[in-house]
């Protein structure tokens, strides 16, 4: 199939099954990251170590499902009961939340939210594509 502008374009059941492959992905890292308890791993920002925790919504303090803190160099995701959409969503928001932090940039917080989940949908739409890079980069 071609598009209007003549590159290829995929089947609507290649694109489904791409994106189930993805969301099985994403619900396995999710499910080895997230213990009953607590997870706690190392994600690098500009020059900052920070650590990323998933928890159980019910030790949340906030109301939101994510909080960071660049001064205590921390990214909190509620993770339990959630779909892997909503959880990778709020990671990459925390993510640019800290990477205008580390770098001094203002943007308007619904800016951040939708770069947070324009970011997660062109990786979780594109898998073949970032694995064929990533190949070629090794």
């Known amino acids: 199939m071609k598009t209007k502008w003549g590159k290829s374009q995929i089947s609507v059941s290649k694109y ?16 080895k990251m997230k213990p009953s308890t607590e997870s706690h791993l190392k994600l ?43 959880l990778m969503s709020d990671l990459w928001h925390e993510i640019i939340e800290m990477i205008c932090a580390c770098y001094q940039i203002r943007l308007d917080h619904q800016v951040i939210g939708i770069l947070g989940s324009a970011i997660h949908q062109v990786l979780r739409d594109n898998p073949e594509t970032l694995l064929t890079i990533a190949k070629k980069g090794e």
Do not use: H, Y
């Open 16 to 31: 489904i099954e791409a994106q189930k492959l993805a969301n099985k992905v994403v619900r396995e890292v999710m499910d």
């Open 44 to 86: 690098r920002i500009a020059d900052k170590d920070f650590n990323l925790t998933f928890i159980d919504s019910k030790d949340c303090l906030r109301t939101s499902s994510a909080s960071s803190s660049d001064w205590q160099q921390t990214i909190i995701i509620c993770a339990d009961d959630r779909r892997p959409d909503g």
